[in-house]
């Protein structure tokens, strides 16, 4: 048993070594510094900066975390709180079932749904209203864009979230709350102050999950973020996160000296975004529970 | 005397030998194993011709799988599999390898616009030179459909977000370009495509022949753009491309801007199993296999013939 957890452990940084040594022709001929800062994906005249892709996950993560987080914190307050047991037996499993959905069918509603819902409506919208807001800039929308991504990976990592967000709030002791109604609190009062204050850790936690599960989401996003090596102006703009840039080209990274080394260090550079990202939670989890 | 034993011995004998003797003894009693990889576009046709050839060959296993034109050809090259499919031209570099190119199917992109934009009468009488589709798509010099005599708007151009054929023949028919000098959104898969230009009244893009007819005529709400070959202003009869048979017209007859090759890559000369394969494929049933599957063109007699001696 050892064995097993050992082996599962050892697997990460297997296939951190593995993308490393493919990536080691690309990291030899240019400096890793041009590689990640580097502006410019032009395969076939030798330049792959990595840089907008980077930004482009940025972006869209940051977006569906916007969308996702208040929309789920508040969704896992009302499971665990206030609802119904028998409202919790139909929700919850509902919930669930919208993170067994495959990845394809979202991209396939998305774009079926959410690129005409921005192109349409929320785009016009934007340019009619909002104009003096600059993320908001909407003169060129065609629907696929950074917000469609955001839309469609918010809708993806909700379950995550509520999911777990709503056991750890489910998991702290009825105590607290008794003696929280016993010295007058309101209910509200006692939710914010005693509750999601206990929970808090755990409620970080399911954030940095979904938050994950955002960064590394391919298929769904690829299908209508638009796929543009430049960096994003505004929300209406397209996007090329780095899952998307591996799978896009990963049937043709062999035609083009250098390209496999380039997506595997691609692959690479995500992995340790996603490992930093889970290592940084961590930290402020644990420094949270210290103090 | 003759025990019975050995005289039921002797006629069995005889009776396997003759039935094994009377079997009909083709040319080469083909069995093995035949694996091919590549391109998504010629997957489906090799998927058929797989079958056929089975059927034929009942000892022979096939094993087709896809995974893109840079697979099928980084197979052939390391000898992972017997013949690989690439959907696009072979370059110098490959060929300096031992990839030895086999045409074996061809194919076409069309550049589409959406019904309802606000040119297509314009578009549809008078084309668009190959020089404007440079400046709309590679170039990015021409922003706005008002340059293509419609009102103001801007042109939302769209491209193949995945590393493809269809998208690295409209590039080459634009000029000598690759597939990232493409500009535009890039949008996942030909069905993708199809679907975003019809969506968008402001949008360009280009599929291929069998994902832009539905039945034979042009799929709806999309309408296919004439290129101007000859730069004469003007659409002459046969650069006008409005069902699926002036469609595989153009392409076999060799005028098409955006006519495209798609071939069997061996390393070297094929091995005896992909050589019948391969015939197989150019004869006459494989061709009519090819029709039957519908979306692709065949080989005119004299390209088939070259291609046969290609691999003697």
């Given at each position: ?291 | ?263 069997f890559v061996t390393k070297g000369k094929p091995n005896t199993l992909a050589r019948a394969f391969i015939e197989f494929a150019l004869s006459d049933a494989g061709t009519k296999v090819l029709r039957d599957v519908g979306g692709y063109v065949p080989l005119s007699k004299s390209e088939k013939s070259e291609q046969l001696r290609k691999i003697k």
């Amino acid at each position: 048993m050892l064995a097993t957890t050992l082996f599962s452990g050892m697997l990460v940084v297997v296939i951190a070594v593995a993308l490393y040594a493919r990536s080691r022709p690309l990291i030899a001929s240019k400096s890793l510094s041009a590689i990640i800062f580097g502006a410019n994906w032009k395969p076939s005249a030798g330049e792959f900066g990595l840089g907008p892709f980077i930004i482009g996950t940025a972006w869209v993560t940051a977006v569906a975390a916007i969308i996702a987080v208040p929309l789920c914190i508040f969704a896992s307050i009302y499971l665990a709180e206030y609802a119904a047991p028998r409202t919790r037996s139909i929700l919850k499993p509902l919930i669930d079932l919208l993170a067994g959905i495959p990845s394809v069918v979202y991209g396939a509603w998305a774009a079926l749904v959410i690129v005409p819902l921005i192109a349409d409506h929320l785009g016009p919208y934007a340019q009619a209203h909002l104009k003096r807001i600059p993320l908001l800039n909407a003169e060129y929308v065609t629907g696929y864009s950074v917000l469609a991504g955001g839309i469609v990976l918010a809708v993806m990592i909700c379950p995550v979230i509520i999911s777990v967000a709503e056991e750890v709030l489910r998991a702290v002791p009825q105590d607290y709350r008794d003696a929280s109604y016993a010295v007058g609190a309101t209910r509200l009062e006692t939710i914010t102050k005693v509750v999601i204050r206990r929970a808090l850790r755990g409620l970080m936690a399911a954030v940095v999950l979904g938050i994950s599960r955002a960064l590394g989401e391919t298929m769904a996003v690829l299908m209508v973020v638009g796929n543009v090596a430049a960096l994003p102006k505004s929300v209406f703009d397209p996007a090329y996160p780095l899952p998307a840039l591996i799978a896009n080209n990963y049937g043709e990274m062999m035609s083009i000296p250098l390209y496999d080394s380039a997506l595997l260090c691609a692959a690479l550079v995500l992995l340790v975004i996603v490992l930093f990202f889970n290592v940084a939670a961590r930290l402020v989890l644990v420094r949270g529970a210290s103090r | 005397m003759i025990k019975r034993t050995t005289i039921a011995a002797v006629l069995a004998a005889l009776t396997v030998t003759s039935v094994i003797a009377s079997q009909p003894v083709r040319a080469a009693e083909l069995s093995g194993s035949l694996s091919l990889s590549g391109a998504w576009a010629i997957y489906p046709l090799a998927v058929k011709w797989g079958a056929a050839f089975q059927k034929l060959y009942p000892k022979v296993k096939m094993d087709i799988s896809a995974g893109g034109a840079g697979k099928g050809m980084a197979d052939a090259l390391v000898g992972a599999v017997d013949i690989g499919m690439v959907s696009r031209e072979v370059d110098r570099t490959e060929r300096a390898k031992g990839a030895l190119p086999i045409l074996i199917v061809k194919d076409g992109v069309f550049p589409t616009v959406s019904v309802r934009n606000p040119a297509v009468k314009r578009i549809v009488a008078k084309g668009m030179s190959r020089k404007t589709l440079q400046d709309i798509c590679i170039k990015g010099t021409i922003v706005n459909w008002r340059a293509v005599g419609g009102r103001s708007a801007p042109i939302h151009v769209y491209t193949r977000s995945d590393a493809c054929g269809a998208a690295s023949a409209w590039a080459a028919t634009l000029g000598r370009y690759k597939q990232d000098d493409l500009k535009g959104i890039g949008v996942y898969g030909d069905p993708g495509l199809l679907a975003a230009v019809r969506r968008d009244p402001l949008g360009m893009g280009y599929n291929n022949l069998s994902y832009v007819f539905s039945g034979d005529k042009v799929a709806s709400g999309i309408v296919i753009v004439p290129i101007d070959a000859n730069n004469n202003g003007k659409v002459d009869a046969d650069e006008r491309i409005d069902s699926r048979e002036k469609a595989y017209k153009a392409v076999a007859s060799g005028r098409y801007p955006g006519a495209r090759r798609e071939f069997f890559v061996t390393k070297g000369k094929p091995n005896t199993l992909a050589r019948a394969f391969i015939e197989f494929a150019l004869s006459d049933a494989g061709t009519k296999v090819l029709r039957d599957v519908g979306g692709y063109v065949p080989l005119s007699k004299s390209e088939k013939s070259e291609q046969l001696r290609k691999i003697k």
